[in-house]
């Protein structure tokens, strides 16, 4: 969904007819269809994670190393990135009259590091999911064992 957004919303203005107004209102309708969608993504997660056990005990040590860090740093990135690139897009149709918006640098900028940033905000999002399906993350018998080991390694002077 999201890959389809963000190509409609970039390619939309391109060789067509379209008015200015009918254009930002297109844009600012698939923009805010694309920030709702990243939070739903993101509440998704979230809602997904705070079943898990470690979670719902405290232990957040699971979530903060391997796989779940990465979506910990691309998430907050990418969700920057996409707010940024729509509002210098809906800037340049609604304020400046320009529906060739690849001509501001700006846009050119913001675009590549929104395209830069996506794959890995991708895998990080699709490796955590599959991750959170597996059974030890809804059992407490793999974490039980593992507390008294890393209370000890964590209050040692």
């Not at 979506?71 to 969700?79: R, S």
Request: with cysteine.
């Amino acid at each position: 969904g999201d890959v389809y957004l963000n190509s409609k919303t970039e390619y939309e203005a391109i060789g067509s007819d379209t008015s200015i107004k009918e254009l930002s209102h297109l844009q600012m309708i698939l923009f805010g269809c694309s920030v709702l969608l990243q939070f739903s993504i993101t509440s998704a997660l979230f809602l997904i994670l705070c079943n898990t056990f470690p979670f719902q005990v405290g232990l957040m040590f699971p979530f903060q190393e391997g796989i779940f860090k990465w979506l910990l740093v691309f998430q907050p990135i990418y969700m920057v990135l996409s707010c940024v690139v729509g509002g210098v897009r809906l800037h340049q149709i609604l304020v400046n009259s320009n529906t060739d918006v690849w001509k501001s640098w700006i846009y050119s900028l913001f675009s590549f590091l929104h395209k830069l940033v996506a794959p890995y905000y991708y895998a990080a999002s699709l490796r955590s999911a599959l991750t959170l399906g597996h059974e030890k993350y809804y059992t407490k018998d793999a974490w039980v064992p593992l507390l008294p080991e890393r209370i000890n390694n964590e209050h040692l002077p």
